[in-house]
C-alpha cells in the first residue's frame, strides 16, 4: 500500500486510478484516509440501484439515498 501527502495525492490522482494500488492519504504524519480502487463487477452488479438513487436524491425527505450510497461505496450504515 503506498502512502501519500494528500497534496501529492491530488497532483497524482490520474495515475493513482490507472495503477489502482490502495492508497493511504496522510496530512504530515496523520493519515486522513484510505483511497482503494472499486471492483468493476461489484459496481457494474448494483450500478442501476445505485444511479436509480442518485436521480431522486433531493426528493428524499429522511436522506434515506444518501445513507444507502454511503453504506455501498464505504461500508456504513446510518
Not at 25 to 51: I, N, S
Request: proline share 4%; net charge positive.
Amino acid at each position: 500500500m503506498k502512502m501519500l501527502t494528500v497534496a501529492q495525492f491530488k497532483a497524482t490522482f490520474g495515475h493513482v486510478v490507472r495503477v489502482g494500488e490502495p492508497v493511504l492519504v496522510r496530512r504530515r504524519k496523520t493519515p486522513v484516509g484510505l483511497w482503494q480502487p472499486l471492483d468493476a463487477r461489484q459496481l457494474r452488479a448494483r450500478q442501476a440501484d445505485v444511479l436509480r438513487g442518485f436521480v431522486k436524491l433531493g426528493q428524499s425527505l429522511h436522506h434515506d439515498v444518501a445513507h444507502r450510497h454511503d453504506e455501498y461505496l464505504y461500508g456504513k450504515s446510518a
